[in-house]
Structure formats: C-alpha cells, structure tokens
C-alpha cells in the first residue's frame, strides 16, 4: 500500500512541474495505436494532448518543441483510458470482511476508497461504474477526484445497492436480533413498488449517477441462496420507471435464471453476472438490446478462494463453489448468442488494480482481443453517454489514455501490465 500511495504522490507532484507552462503539450510516440473503435492498428503514430484534450494525431514520432513531454511508448500500445463497469471502490473483500462491517467507520471506509481508487487508476482504468458501496462513500470519492483533490479515475456511482428484505444487499444480513436490522429504502431494502419509488428518489437526493438492484441471491451475502429471484417483476418495473424520472441507468445484479428474465423484462439496462443465463434469457436479452457485464474474474476468484475451506463463511463457500465455474461457460455462450457485452470485473471482489486480468478470460471465452477491448473503451462510453469525450483516441477528445507493452491483439496479458497513465492532463504513470 505505502509503495502505491509513495509513487502516486511522486508521480503527480512530478506532472505538476512538469505541467507548469501552458504552451507544454504531451506527445506519446505510439508503436501502435488502437483507438477503441477501428479495427485497424496505426503503427508509429504522435498522438498530442494539450491541456487534457487530443490535438493531433500524426504519423511518426514528432520532435518535441521546448517544454514539451515526450512518452516513449515506441515499443507498446496506446489504448484509450479503460472503462471497468463494475467494481465497488469501497471495499475489498477479505476473511474479516464480516466482521469489519462492525469495526469501520464511514471515515475508514472513506480512506480505503481512495487507495482503491488510485490503484484503479494506475492499472489503466479512466472511468467506471461503481455498483454499490458502503456510507455511500462513492460519492464524496468521486466528487474529490473530479475536483483534483485525489487521484482516480471518474466515477459513475451507485451509492447503496438497492435489495429487497434479506436480499443480497440487505447489510444486515446474519446479524443478531438484538441489532436494529429492519432497513428501509433510505437504507436500499425495499418491499414492493411505493418503497422502490422511494429508495430511487433516495439515490437522486445522495447525488448517485445511477441505479443497482440485486434481483437475485449473491456469493458473498451471509444468506443461503445464490440464485433464488429476490424482486417481483413489479417492483423491478417500478425501480427503472422511477429512475427514467432521474435520468438513470439501472444495473441488475443477477445469478439466476428466473431473476434474470424478471429483470430484463422489468426494463433493467444491464445484467451484472448472468451466470445462469437460459437461452431463453439470452433471447429476451437480445430483444430488449440489454447490456451483459460479466465479471469473470470475480467468478474465477471466488473459486479460487473457495478451495481454503476456512476462507469464507460457512453459508457462502457453497455458493462461490456453485457459481465461480458457471460464468465463465455462459459469457461463451452469450458472446456467441450476439448478447452485447461490456467490461465488468466486480473488483473489490478480488484485489483493486488487478482489473485487467478480464481481458484474458473473455479472451479465453472466444472474444477476439480487439473486441474486448472495444468492451472496455467505445461500448461502456457510448452506453454512458459520454462517447463525445471520451473511450476512444481522436482529435477533440479527452487526453484519457493508458499504454501496454507489447501488442494485447498477440498477448492479451499484456493489458495486465499497463506501464503509462494519463487523466486530467496528469501523467499518473509513465514508461
Ligand atoms: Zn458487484
């Protein structure tokens, strides 16, 4: 930690004086180009970034004037900044997870979120949705980053998941009676359509950009079953009207088959996991043109984790045991079904920074590289809405960009290593 934390602050302070004089432009000398839209790669190519946006891009290496900075990415790829559609930047779960949602404060959880964010950062990742935190700290996090105050990436938070009554994000799942454990909207546990209205409304006024329900049982909830619908269809229906109102997206976490149609049919824009995605799902997915956002590696990480009997609580080692294989199998088949796909880890499920290793296992699910690049860069921008700023190299653009060794359409590992970061005309990371 105390290393990232070291480097992040040397770095910024570095781009600071670096950044000093106003006529200064960044010139990345690009080996390779991927834009985030074309299939094309551009080979030897400048791209300039003056005072945060792209102002040229040219083929060969430009010399640089005095003041300017030069990126010698002569060897790597440029990529515009990554998008990762679902993590929780408020936490990071660990064998005293459960026990820590009595031990930390809103100010703890804070300050974690603010290490997570910046390891986020330096992994390559510019933007991402964040799908539920705790004391909606995701806001503050992200008010600070867009106001420069810390380093992260831009931030389209959730705020409190929104669960039914011992839903999978019910927080007080397992507590003893003594403890108050009734929650209500304001707290995200919602029973029928006036309370869904209400937990929406609830977002709109902490300042979420957009909505999460969990429409079925999760793995790491203290509670029996990962799959079981947890919503009706009318109050799914009754959360994503609301949300209209607000101009909000709606995210559903969903595991099992029933849940996942109710949640399509209820008007949801993108399912969370899928992992036991029917054919019938995949149809209704298509029609309905919802989004699928994977996590793979969160599948593969509980498992993983799963093989220590004493790493999770008794109630969820059955759970990661059940669903970590299973997503895999079904990302396969919905790639293959034309289902539209975006990049998701569900990272806080499984370390902060190690967010790329996605790429390798939708690779490995039949996605050429290319695409899942494009799942992670021009898809996720064009379906936030922001696609006039950012996820892709062009002129005009937002300078938000991350570079890899190598070539990630030969070795997709190698979006694991990114070894340059620029936001908010800062470089964060440089080769
Ligand atoms: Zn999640």
Do not use: C
């Not at 930690?1 to 992040?8: F, G, T």
């Not at 849940?259 to 399912?271: C, M, N, Y």
């Amino acid at each position: 930690m105390s290393r990232v934390a070291a480097r992040l602050g040397t770095l910024t302070l570095s781009a600071l004086l670096l950044g000093g004089s106003a006529q200064a432009a960044t010139l990345i000398h690009a080996g390779r180009l991927i834009d985030g839209i074309s299939d094309a790669v551009k080979t030897n190519q400048t791209v300039v970034v003056e005072a945060g946006r792209i102002t040229a891009i040219e083929a060969g290496f430009r010399t640089p004037r005095d003041g300017d900075r030069v990126i010698d990415l002569r060897n790597g790829t440029l990529l515009p900044g990554l998008f990762d559609m679902h993590v929780h930047l408020t936490g990071e779960y660990s064998k005293s997870s459960e026990l820590d949602g009595f031990k930390k404060n809103e100010a703890d959880v804070a300050i974690d979120g603010v290490v997570y964010a910046g390891r986020t950062l330096l992994a390559g990742f510019t933007t991402v949705r964040d799908l539920g935190d705790a004391y909606r700290a995701s806001i503050p996090l992200r008010n600070a980053i867009n106001a420069g105050k810390v380093p992260g990436p831009r931030i389209i938070a959730a705020g409190k998941a929104i669960a039914s009554t011992g839903g999978h994000a019910d927080p007080t799942n397992g507590w003893a009676r003594k403890f108050p454990a009734d929650p209500g909207p304001d707290e995200g546990v919602i029973n029928g359509v006036d309370d869904a209205r209400k937990a929406v409304r609830q977002r709109y006024k902490d300042g979420s950009d957009t909505i999460k329900i969990t429409a079925t049982g999760g793995v790491l909830s203290i509670a029996k079953n990962g799959l079981n619908p947890q919503m009706t269809e009318e109050e799914i229906r009754a959360v994503v009207t609301t949300a209209r109102d607000y101009g909000f997206k709606v995210a559903a976490h969903a595991h099992g088959a029933e849940g996942i149609k109710r949640a399509v049919r209820g008007g949801v824009d993108s399912i969370e996991h899928g992992t036991f995605m029917d054919d019938e799902g995949m149809k209704l997915m298509k029609e309905h043109g919802t989004f699928y956002v994977p996590t793979l590696s969160a599948g593969r990480w509980v498992f993983e984790q799963a093989q220590d009997p004493n790493f999770f609580p008794p109630i969820v080692r059955p759970k990661a045991l059940q669903v970590g294989p299973q997503i895999q199998g079904t990302f396969a088949k919905a790639y293959k079904s034309g289902v539209k796909i975006m990049f998701g880890t569900d990272t806080g499920v499984g370390k902060h920074g190690d967010n790329a290793r996605e790429f390798k296992l939708m690779v490995e699910g039949g996605m050429p590289a290319m695409q899942a690049i494009r799942a992670a860069t021009s898809v996720p921008a064009k379906f936030l809405d922001i696609d006039d700023q950012t996820g892709s190299i062009a002129v005009g653009k937002l300078g938000e960009l991350a570079g890899v060794p190598g070539d990630p359409l030969t070795d997709i590992s190698v979006m694991e290593r990114v070894v340059f970061v620029m936001k908010d005309n800062t470089v964060y990371k440089a080769p």
